[in-house]
């Protein structure tokens, strides 16, 4: 394709509909990447210009998001979901299939600059993999067949309009509703009723409820309102977090699909209630299938009066949503770093306090909520707040989506009252010799058999909703090691415990992987693991740790068994270390290896 | 604590050995900048050879290191040699330290790591102008270049460090004396230096 | 009566406003930092400065000091982390500190002889990081980077230029220079910037002037890091 000399005939439209907003950053770069598949740098001059944003920071920005490219990356753009329940699907063996197929390298762009295969961080399809996204697209459900004909189309360069919509489809999967997904809402009757209690009632009303954020951190979501309404500031935002990068979870995918309009009027209540004429969304990239349905709910609801001027006839109540995208970074789900990325910065979290109730979106007072944080709002708002406070546990009220994935005979959403066991779900969902549970995603807890009768609650065991199923046939060695390298992957890299650490650690359970990990390697993992933990900037680095120290503490043997009787290994091959002189000199007698020894002191 | 304020080893701890402790010296890829710095400490050789035997080392020419007591190895591990020798002082020696940059961190030699070992090894022997009929020695007396210099912690179990380019021959005495003495070395300010 | 929080045994007096680091400082009380200057935002995220506040770990160069906190910082517990940190950024680095022009006025090296630092202990990732010699009168060697971003900070805030920034991600997070080029002689980069002056390690280097102070003179040949900098804020409240 022919790089087009004057950048400006398509970027020009772009910087018109962001209003030349600098903080829009981050969506020029997107829409502008649509045209080549890459920014050319001549793109970026262009740009450079236009927003008077240095090219450095520009450079520095596009380079942090995985799905925005500086180089060339080929014209088909494949990205393997490299979740563990992927691989516990065959998706390892179908990424081969693919580029055995397509003669390339994994992780090269193939010379004709076609195509790239290459891995992702779980994109949210776990109960239908293994999966990938072509070029920012989901495809679900892969199989050797899939591959194959989808090897086809890229070498027939089909665009992607033209190939069979089946592999685009995403099911909900929705398998237990209750109150969140069951069907009849009806879009304006939960602002009906806030505007009959008022701003303040329906504050009252959510704080009764004794609801908690569903982000995974489980912050008092009317305290957080009231913090957000009660800080100065010019301006007030809603921010719904729709990041879900949580490996496992697809729960806030489902609810986008289904229950779009619960989500944007919970936004609409907290706007209500705190005073904000503006509020975003941000959508992962990952979900950005779903951008063109919420668009359109978004202009159903402004037709309805629902969002814009004067909603419900009430003169002031302005409120509208924009929906950003974001670009492969896990590390965007963590509040404040969402609020810099919606700025059109780097995803870093910010220093706290201050925190965003007072200082978030544009330095104001910005209340950011999960999405199903904002569809509880709604029933609450409906139904009041001690209806919802009778529901649950007694810590956590109301119901909680699960995402149920791996080793179980139906995957998919599960919604409970708080204070289900973890062995009722594993009936539920047909799980059959489980020997663990992975609750809350990589950052949350690993539970063995005998935890099996703890309850999913604030007070015991919480969760933003990923509940993934090994069964007896898995290796819990080799789980953590994949969530450890999800970590290393996701470092933002902004404070040293976090992006040293994680790689330290990705290395060390490699080497353990290897066969070559020494009792010495194992009393590093824990070192490291403190270090994280104590050390790190944000949440991130703080469970980067987790999948580790859990499964040490509870399947040890899957390390032991991987460690060597001596009690030190060389950190790095040292056989295939002398390779490239072999080859380069010819020779292979003795003298050219070393091998393991038996027993170093 | 001044180099100067003892110039004799502790006794050894109580319960110890009688026999003099022994000690040898390596130099692997390094450039006997740390070896001459051991000998700088000077009359305090005097002292040490009361104090302990030398095995292996520059010192006595003796090729074969034998059962010993402390191993100082200096310089990092470029090649297949360097990595046997460091295993046999690993297996002799039941303190092993590194002592100086090169051994603590590949030092100098480590630069080349940003350089893939087969463009170095074009570079020198069929791109250099002295070198017309190139061609890379594939002498087996040769002993084979791994990819990247390592420091030697990254092979075998270290248990002390005495950083320095080369560390001065105070460091090393000091720490040659606390082990000697039983005690856990200690470098203190002045005494650390990593160049 | 002024304001005052502990930090280990010792009453530090406070304004409002001041972080635990600055107030520290003000007190002529060494906590360890690499990130933090005085002419510019604290930014947090070396981590060096951390200090335990309320039994949890924190950054003091960003944490605003209170009336009465108790901060424990000079504990074998917090240096064993803090000389752990510092390993780290040895082994993600190339630092050959006798080929360095900056070692004996390098702040990293300076800090880990102040945390007793005798091994890197990590495995070294050695990477290949390109020098930049295209500048006239500066040079940049990478290699040593720890990105700490002061130069990124002076260079946009003090010298409203955005001479550097940061690119990439994790462990490939790195500094790039703002110019189609990516070369530092293709910037209004000068030696009259704060951004030339403020690089705690060897990376932003004025070329010609290599080891010009013979070993035994340098800054913290003379001085631990922590006697210099704390008789430096003392006196003058402001290091320089
Ligand atoms: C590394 C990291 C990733 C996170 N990812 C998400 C996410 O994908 N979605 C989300 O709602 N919250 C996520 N959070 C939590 C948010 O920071 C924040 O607490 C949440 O959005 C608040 O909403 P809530 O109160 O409704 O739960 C993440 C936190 C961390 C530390
Ligand atoms: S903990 Fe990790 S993700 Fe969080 S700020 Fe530090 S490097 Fe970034
Ligand atoms: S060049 Fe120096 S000042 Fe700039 S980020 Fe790197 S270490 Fe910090
Ligand atoms: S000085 Fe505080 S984090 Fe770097």
Request: hydrophobic letters at 30%; one cysteine or more.
């Given at each position: 394709m022919e790089i087009q000399?004057?950048?400006?005939?398509?970027?020009d439209p772009i910087l018109e509909r962001h209003a030349h907003?600098?903080?829009?950053l981050l969506q020029i770069l997107r829409a502008a990447q649509e045209h080549f598949g890459w920014l050319h740098p001549e793109a970026i001059d262009h740009l450079t210009r236009r927003l008077g944003v240095p090219r450095a920071k520009i450079e520095g920005m596009a380079s942090f998001?995985?799905?925005?490219?500086?180089?060339?990356?080929?014209r088909y753009r494949v990205l393997f979901s490299d979740n563990i329940t992927d691989r516990m699907l065959g998706s390892a063996a179908l990424r081969e299939r693919m580029c055995r197929n397509l003669w390339i390298e994994p992780g090269k762009v193939s010379e004709d600059g076609l195509v790239s295969v290459d891995t992702t961080s779980c994109t949210g399809m776990c109960d239908q993999g293994p999966a990938l996204l072509v070029n920012g697209m989901a495809v679900t459900r892969l199989d050797a067949q899939r591959v194959d004909a989808i090897c086809d189309l890229i070498r027939n360069q089909a665009p992607l309009a033209a190939w069979p919509t089946e592999y685009f489809r995403v099911v909900d999967n929705i398998r237990r509703s209750d109150l969140l997904l069951n069907p009849g809402f009806i879009p304006g009757a939960a602002l009906t009723a806030a505007r009959q209690r008022g701003g303040q009632g329906l504050l009252h009303e959510i704080k009764a409820s004794g609801l908690r954020g569903?982000?995974?951190?489980?912050?008092?979501t009317a305290a957080k309102w009231e913090a957000c309404r009660d800080a100065a500031g010019e301006a007030h935002y809603v921010v719904c977090?729709?990041?879900?990068?949580?490996?496992?979870?697809f729960k806030d995918r489902v609810l986008l699909a289904r229950h779009a309009d619960e989500v944007f009027e919970g936004m609409t209540l907290c706007a209500y209630v705190i005073g904000a004429r503006k509020g975003l969304l941000y959508l992962?990239?990952?979900?950005?299938?779903l951008l063109d349905h919420l668009d359109r709910m978004l202009a159903r609801r402004r037709e309805n009066h629902?969002?814009?001027?004067?909603?419900?006839?009430?003169?002031?109540f302005d409120f509208d949503i924009e929906i950003h995208v974001g670009a492969g970074?896990?590390?965007?789900?963590?509040e404040s770093a969402l609020i810099e990325s919606l700025e059109g910065k780097r995803g870093t979290p910010r220093n706290r306090p201050p925190y965003p109730v007072t200082h978030?979106?544009?330095d104001q007072p910005t209340a950011v909520n999960n999405v199903e944080t904002f569809v509880a709002t709604c029933h609450i708002a409906l139904a009041g707040g001690a209806w919802y406070a009778g529901i649950g546990a007694a810590q956590s009220s109301g119901t909680k989506l699960l995402s149920v994935s791996g080793d179980c005979a139906r995957p998919g959403i599960y919604e409970y009252?708080?204070?289900?066991s973890v062995r009722q779900v594993l009936d539920d969902c047909g799980a059959?010799?489980?020997?663990?549970v992975q609750v809350g995603g990589p950052s949350g807890t690993t539970l063995a058999t005998h935890e099996?009768?703890?309850?999913?609650?604030f007070e015991d065991v919480p969760t933003a909703g990923a509940f993934m199923v090994f069964d007896i046939r898995r290796d819990m060695f080799e789980v953590a090691r994949n969530f450890v390298h999800f970590f290393a992957h996701e470092?933002?890299?902004?404070?040293t415990p976090c992006r040293v650490g994680t790689s330290l650690l990705r290395n060390l359970m490699d080497k353990l992987h290897n066969g070559q990990g020494s009792p010495h390697d194992f009393h590093e993992i824990e070192k490291l693991d403190r270090i994280l933990l104590s050390a790190s900037h944000c949440g991130l680095g703080h469970t980067a740790c987790n999948p580790v120290l859990d499964t040490i503490a509870k399947f040890r043997p899957a390390y032991e068994l991987r460690l060597?009787?001596?009690?030190f290994v060389p950190a790095f091959d040292l056989d295939r270390s002398l390779q490239t002189a072999r080859q380069m000199t010819g020779r292979d007698d003795g003298a050219t290896h070393l091998h393991d020894e038996g027993s170093v002191r | 604590m001044t180099a100067h304020d003892a110039t004799r080893p502790a006794?050894?701890?109580?319960?110890?050995?009688?026999r003099k402790p022994k000690l040898a010296t390596v130099s692997l890829a390094g450039c006997f900048g740390c070896h001459m710095s051991f000998l700088d400490i000077d009359e305090r050789l005097f002292t040490l050879i009361e104090h302990v035997t030398f095995d292996r080392s520059p010192f006595t020419d003796k090729k074969e290191v034998g059962e010993c007591d402390i191993g100082l190895i200096e310089g990092g591990v470029c090649n297949a040699e360097n990595v046997q020798i460091l295993r046999e002082f690993r297996q002799h020696c039941k303190i092993l330290v590194a002592l100086g940059a090169c051994a603590i961190?590949?030092?100098?030699?480590?630069?080349?790591?940003?350089?893939?070992l087969s463009s170095l090894l074009q570079a020198v022997y069929?791109?250099?102008?002295?070198?017309?009929?190139?061609g890379i020695p594939d002498d087996a007396e040769l002993p084979l270049l791994l990819d990247k210099v390592h420091p030697i912690h990254e092979v075998v179990k270290v248990d002390y460090f005495i950083p320095g380019?080369?560390?001065s021959a105070d460091a090393i005495w000091s720490v040659l004396r606390d082990l000697l003495a039983g005690r856990a070395p200690v470098l203190g300010h002045g005494m650390l230096h990593y160049d | 009566m002024s304001k005052t929080f502990t930090l280990d045994d010792k009453r530090i007096p406070f304004e409002d406003g001041q972080t635990i680091l600055q107030a520290a400082l003000a007190a002529s009380v060494y906590i360890p930092h690499l990130c933090?200057?005085?002419?510019l935002e604290p930014h947090?995220?070396?981590?060096?400065?951390t200090v335990k506040v309320g039994g949890r770990q924190t950054a003091a160069c960003t944490l605003r000091a209170a009336e009465g906190m108790a901060v424990e910082s000079d504990t074998g517990e917090i240096n064993a982390q803090r000389l752990a940190l510092v390993q780290m950024l040895f082994v993600e680095g190339n630092h050959f500190?006798?080929?360095?022009?900056?070692?004996?006025?390098c702040r990293l090296q300076a800090t880990a002889y102040q945390l007793g630092m005798?091994?890197?202990h990590f495995d070294h990732f050695f990477p290949n990081r390109p020098v930049d010699a295209s500048h006239p009168d500066f040079l940049l060697d990478?290699?040593?980077?720890?990105?700490?971003s002061l130069c990124v900070r002076a260079s946009r805030?003090?010298?409203?230029?955005?001479?550097f920034a940061l690119a990439g991600r994790g462990l490939k997070t790195h500094l790039i220079v703002n110019a189609p080029s990516g070369k530092?002689?293709?910037?209004?980069?000068?030696?009259?910037?704060k951004a030339a002056h403020?690089?705690?390690?060897?990376?932003?280097l004025p070329k010609?002037?290599?080891?010009?102070v013979p070993i035994g003179e340098r800054t913290f040949d003379k001085s631990s890091i922590a006697d210099y900098v704390a008789s430096r804020h003392g006196k003058r409240g402001g290091e320089k």
């Open positions: 000399k004057n950048h400006s005939a398509y970027l907003r600098a903080t829009d998001y995985a799905f925005l490219h500086l180089q060339p990356a080929g569903r982000g995974g951190a489980g912050f008092a977090n729709a990041d879900e990068g949580e490996p496992g979870t992962r990239g990952e979900y950005r299938y629902l969002l814009g001027a004067s909603i419900l006839g009430q003169p002031g970074a896990y590390i965007c789900g963590e978030g979106y544009l009252p708080f204070g289900i059959a010799d489980t020997q663990a099996f009768d703890r309850l999913i609650a470092s933002c890299g902004f404070c060597q009787q001596r009690r | 006794p050894p701890p109580a319960g110890a050995p009688e961190n590949g030092g100098l030699p480590a630069q080349r790591n940003s350089i893939p069929y791109s250099s102008p002295r070198l017309p009929h190139g380019c080369p560390p | 933090y200057h005085p002419d947090g995220s070396c981590k060096l400065c500190c006798p080929s360095c022009e900056q070692s004996g006025d005798l091994s890197p990478f290699n040593r980077c720890i990105l700490c805030e003090v010298d409203g230029k955005n001479v530092l002689g293709d910037t209004d980069f000068g030696g009259a910037d403020v690089c705690p390690v060897g990376v932003i010609r002037r290599g080891f010009a």
